[in-house]
T-cell receptor, first 110, second 115 residues
Framework: AQRVTQPEKLLSVFKGAPVELKCNYS??????LFWYVQYSRQRLQLLLR??SRESIKGFTADLNKGETSFHLKKPFAQEEDSAMYYC????????????FGAGTRLFVKA | EAGVAQSPRYKIIEKRQSVAFWCNPI?????LYWYQQILGQGPKLLIQ????????DSQLPKDRFSAERLKGVDSTLKIQPAKLEDSAVYLC?????????????FGQGTRLTVV
């Protein structure tokens, strides 16, 4: 079964501290993995995707196929990073539909 | 470029009433999605269109929900009759293709409250 698990509903860190948002997935095949972000009063938007191997706003995520994980990391959190983060998976099993995890709310304290 | 447009932004109805939501995707995007997001949960895919054909509707409660995408552009999602558990934010998204390797662009959503 296809599944995306984000074990933490809330993550609170101090400004300047490292942050890691966890994402584990279950998928029979080779999925595409994404992180989406929703800032307060804004629409859901793409943050990064694993195929791009890029750093966006200081965030990076590495796909670990052995551990079926796609954790999101940033070495120094900023207050403007406070938002809701969703890990998402897409693949050709079941028609390329994109499924989302439950989300993790990141709160960066001053 | 203009983003995905949804209307209305908010809707309050009584249970057993009907409601319809409208979505206008980004111009040229072949794929359109409707998601249901219940408070505290991630978005759940209800239906996915490729142009005006349905790619996946396996999680659409077909006894009360229906959706169409006439002419492969705008889409409407209807609930008839609504239940209390349908209270959620309904998100529309579009992407250039259906293969899932490209970004999905989301609208602001319609917040439905069923009382």
């Amino acid at each position: 079964a296809q599944r995306v698990t984000q074990p933490e509903k809330l993550l609170s860190v101090f400004k300047g501290a490292p942050v890691e948002l966890k994402c584990n997935y279950s998928y029979s095949g080779s999925p595409e993995l994404f992180w989406y972000v929703q800032y307060s009063r804004q629409r859901l938007q793409l943050l990064l995707r694993h195929i791009s191997r890029e750093s966006i706003k200081g965030f990076t995520a590495d796909l670990n196929k052995g551990e079926t994980s796609f954790h999101l990391k940033k070495p120094f959190a900023q207050e403007e990073d406070s938002a809701m983060y969703y890990c998402a998976l897409s693949g050709n099993t079941g028609g390329f539909k994109t499924i989302f995890g439950a989300g993790t709310r990141l709160f960066v304290k001053a | 470029e203009a983003g995905v447009a949804q209307s209305p932004r908010y809707k309050i109805i009584e249970k057993r009433q009907s409601v319809a939501f409208w979505c206008n995707p980004i111009s040229g995007h072949a794929t359109l999605y409707w998601y249901q997001q219940i408070l505290g949960q991630g978005p759940k895919l209800l239906i996915q269109f490729q142009n005006n054909g349905v790619v996946d509707d396996s999680q659409l409660p077909k006894d009360r929900f229906s959706a169409e995408r006439l002419k492969g552009v705008d889409s409407t999602l209807k609930i008839q009759p609504a239940k209390l558990e349908d209270s959620a934010v309904y998100l529309c998204a579009s992407s250039p293709n259906y293969r899932g390797t490209t970004e999905a662009f989301f609208g602001q959503g319609t917040r439905l409250t069923v009382v």
